[in-house]
T-cell receptor, first 111, second 113 residues
């Protein structure tokens, strides 16, 4: 099993550009999450989804959008990239009341 | 709101020495508690979890953690560390039926020969 797959691994964006971070899981998990990790700050929840067609905001949703059209995929969209969005982004998935499984992350730099 | 505090930002331990990483949580009901480890440039790997039952839980790589409700703590321990244990460790809390997992800010572990 591949688990949780994130693409791309690295990306450099210019201010104002847009991009989509891809996340797919093959474990048939109903929950999916996007976190960002900044040095010394731990992981902060951006958005999460409890199933296809259902998404909700986490702690730091501003500047991001998500969609969940299938169980497997949970893309994260940045519409107008800002330097404050320079971070490492992690996608995760889980079953109800089970531990999260993480992808290997996407390192994004906005200059 | 749920929260997690890891009071130690960075810990240095000699190889072969014992280790304890501290974690305190805030949650209004019975929590689900987790420890994750992150090696440089990698994602997070689950070390162990507490859902209910025995308050001393065993995990992978020789780690264990003890849930103490009276102290709102879930400290991670290992009797003898190996150089490969150098990594960042995150404690996290989640509630029953609560979809959100909240992380602490992490403790970076350095191992010296």
């Amino acid at each position: 099993n591949a688990g949780v797959t994130q693409t791309p691994k690295f990306r450099i964006l210019k201010i104002g550009q847009s991009m989509t971070l891809q996340c797919t899981q093959d474990m048939n998990h109903n929950y999916m999450y996007w976190y960002r990790q900044d040095p010394g700050m731990g992981l902060k929840l951006i958005y999460y989804s409890v199933g296809a067609g259902i998404t909700d905001k986490g702690e730091v949703p501003n500047g991001y959008n998500v969609s969940r059209s299938t169980t497997e995929d949970f893309p994260l969209r940045l519409e107008l990239a800002a330097p404050s969005q320079t971070s490492v982004y992690f996608c995760a998935s889980s079953r109800t009341d089970s531990p999260l499984h993480f992808g290997n992350g996407t390192r994004l730099t906005v200059t | 709101a749920q929260s997690v505090t890891q009071p130690d930002i960075h810990i240095t331990v000699s190889e072969g020495a014992s280790l304890e990483l501290r974690c305190n949580y805030s949650y209004g009901a019975t929590p689900y508690l987790f420890w994750y480890v992150q090696s440089p440039g990698q994602g997070l790997q689950l070390l162990l979890k507490y859902f209910s039952g025995d308050t001393l839980v065993q995990g992978i790589k020789g780690f264990e953690a003890e849930f103490k409700r009276s102290q709102s703590s879930f400290n991670l321990r290992k009797p003898s560390v190996h150089w490969s244990d150098a990594a960042e460790y995150f404690c996290a809390v989640r509630g029953f039926g609560n979809e959100k997992l909240t992380f602490g800010t992490g403790t970076r572990l350095t191992i010296i020969p």
